[in-house]
Every structure is written in structure tokens, then in C-alpha cells.
């Protein structure tokens, strides 16, 4: 079975200070994982995935995320953050199928920007 | 607009009517999924469709929901005999069939309040 755990339901950054959201995962094949964002009464949006080869995955809006096989991790890094990131973060696994097993999403993490 | 499109937005209904929501997905997308996200919670797999074909259901849809895509385009979720706990965010998404595994585009939800 899959899962993903997301470490800090809350994550609060001053504007123009590092971003680090945490994602664990736990899959019994390799996984696909995927970051979306989800702004208030809105769908989610694609912010980057992992399928294979490169670790270091970027994204949209100066996004970021390393796949760390032996740590299983997936966390979601952006240098400098802009009052527009202010959202919920949601970290997600897919297994081999092409999604025919749907995603599984962690809880989310809403990132607060501070002025 | 050629994103997912889910209507209606929002819809109030008093516990023990029937609601329907409808799901179209981007035209050229054989795959569409059903999510629910409950409040502080990341979306919950509900169903799948390939083309006209419902493959996978969750434990977590009851007999009371039921979904179709007819011809394979649009699809519809029914929920019958509706209870407090149906109150969520009903997400719909859809990808090409292909491989490796691409992300799913999501809708922008409908919001059930059951009363």
C-alpha cells in the first residue's frame, strides 16, 4: 500500500526566505510523485512530478523537489518565497499503471507568507 | 477554456435528497477521476474511468454513489439518499492514456454542503 506523509500541517516564512515543505512516501514499487497547489475554493495545480531519471525535479514558479530513494523523501524547496505562494501544498504517489490506481495525496501543508 | 470543467460550483441539499454533479474533462483525455477532499484533508481517490469503462472503485464510495461516463466524454456522480458526512469538496481529473504515468489535470471541485 501506498501512502505519504506530510511533516507540518502549518509552515510559516518571512517573503523572500527559503521555502522547505517535507514529503515522506512509502511505496511497494517505484513511485511517481507529484507536488500540486491548491488556492482557496480552487481544483489543484501541477507544480512538478517525479516520474524517472533525474532526481532534481523543477517546476513551475520557481519551485523545486529532490527524489531521495534511501531517505524516501520528496521535499518541495523554493529559495525565496513571494507573498503569491501563500497556499496549500499537497505531495502525491502514483505507482506504476499510469494512475490507474488514482493518486494518493498527503493532508497538506498551508504555507503562510509573512510580510 | 480547454481545462477540466466541473458544474455546478457549489450545491446546498438537505440530508436525504439526491444530488449530481457533472465532470467534462479535456477532449482528448481517455482517463477521468472522481476525488473527494473533506475539510483540512488532502483529495481521497473515489473512481476511475478509462474511456466509457469504470475500472477501479474505492471502499470509500457507498452504494449510494454511483458514476458513469457515457460515450466515454462527460461524467456524472451521483450520490443518492445524501448524509451529513457527503459535505466535501468533489474534485474531477483526467489524463491521456500513455506512459510513463503524466499528472492529472484537476477541475476547479464542487462544493457539497449537506443540511
Known amino acids: 500500500a501506498q501512502s505519504v506523509t506530510q511533516l507540518g500541517s502549518h509552515v510559516s516564512v518571512s517573503e523572500g526566505a527559503l521555502v522547505l515543505l517535507r514529503c515522506n512516501y512509502s511505496?511497494?514499487?517505484?513511485?511517481?510523485l507529484f507536488w500540486y497547489v491548491q488556492y482557496p475554493n480552487q481544483g489543484l495545480q501541477l507544480l512538478l512530478k517525479?516520474?524517472?531519471?533525474?532526481?532534481l525535479v523543477k517546476g513551475i514558479n520557481g519551485f523545486e523537489a529532490e527524489f531521495k530513494k534511501s531517505e524516501t523523501s520528496f521535499h518541495l524547496t523554493k529559495p525565496s518565497a513571494h507573498m503569491s505562494d501563500a497556499a496549500e501544498y499537497f505531495c502525491?504517489?502514483?505507482?506504476?499503471?499510469?494512475?490507474?490506481?488514482?493518486?494518493?495525496f498527503g493532508k497538506g501543508t498551508h504555507l503562510i507568507i509573512q510580510p | 477554456d480547454t481545462g477540466v470543467s466541473q458544474n455546478p460550483r457549489h450545491k446546498i441539499t438537505k440530508r436525504g435528497q439526491n444530488v449530481t454533479f457533472r465532470c467534462d474533462p479535456i477532449?482528448?483525455?481517455?482517463?477521468l477521476y472522481w476525488y473527494r477532499q473533506t475539510l483540512g484533508q488532502g483529495p481521497e481517490f473515489l473512481t476511475y474511468?478509462?474511456?466509457?469503462?469504470?475500472?477501479?472503485k474505492s471502499r470509500l464510495l457507498s452504494d449510494r454513489f454511483s458514476a458513469e461516463r457515457p460515450k466515454g466524454s462527460f461524467s456524472t456522480l451521483e450520490i443518492q439518499r445524501t448524509e451529513q458526512g457527503d459535505s466535501a469538496m468533489y474534485l474531477c481529473?483526467?489524463?491521456?492514456?500513455?506512459?510513463?504515468?503524466?499528472?492529472?489535470?484537476f477541475g476547479q471541485g464542487t462544493r457539497l454542503t449537506v443540511v
Open positions: 511505496s511497494s514499487v517505484p513511485p511517481y
Open positions: 481529473a483526467s489524463s491521456p492514456l500513455r506512459s510513463p504515468n503524466t499528472e492529472a489535470f
Open positions: 502525491a504517489v502514483s505507482g506504476l499503471g499510469g494512475g490507474a490506481d488514482g493518486l494518493t
Open positions: 477532449s482528448e483525455h481517455n482517463r
Open positions: 474511468f478509462q474511456n466509457e469503462a469504470q475500472l477501479e
Open positions: 517525479y516520474t524517472t531519471g533525474a532526481t
